[in-house]
């Protein structure tokens, strides 16, 4: 069964920026979305970014202008660019792959804080 690996995940001053990594262990078929959600401690996930097989890109409003997702569709990774993080993007952020199966990876956790 075909598993996501999230990485780049840490700690980081408020401004700072990292950049997520999201590896498929095997091939996917058939993907027409590639994501990243995250989630906070005592609230629901949510939708960070979203890239679809047409090349159509959505972000959270809370996130536009600061972050960028990106593809490789031949390596089915999906990467997530942050700038300027703020300490309200502290959460544990998931990747999301969408094909006849929807795929998750376990998270990575990013703290910002000074």
């Known amino acids: 069964q075909v598993q996501l690996v999230e990485s780049g995940g840490g700690l980081v001053q408020p401004g700072g920026s990292l950049r997520l990594s999201c590896a498929a262990s095997?091939?996917?078929?058939?993907?027409?979305?590639m994501a990243w959600y995250r989630q906070a401690p005592g609230k629901q996930r949510e939708l960070v970014a979203v890239i679809r097989s047409g090349g159509r890109i959505n972000y959270a409003d809370s996130v536009k202008c600061r972050f960028t997702i990106s593809r490789d569709n031949a390596e089915n990774t999906v990467y997530l660019q942050m700038n300027s993080l703020k300490p309200e993007d502290t959460a544990v952020y998931y990747c999301?792959?969408?094909?006849?199966?929807?795929?998750w990876g376990r998270g990575t956790q990013v703290t910002v804080s000074s």
């Open positions: 095997g091939k996917i078929f058939g993907v027409y979305a």
């Open positions: 999301n792959i969408q094909s006849t199966t929807a795929y």
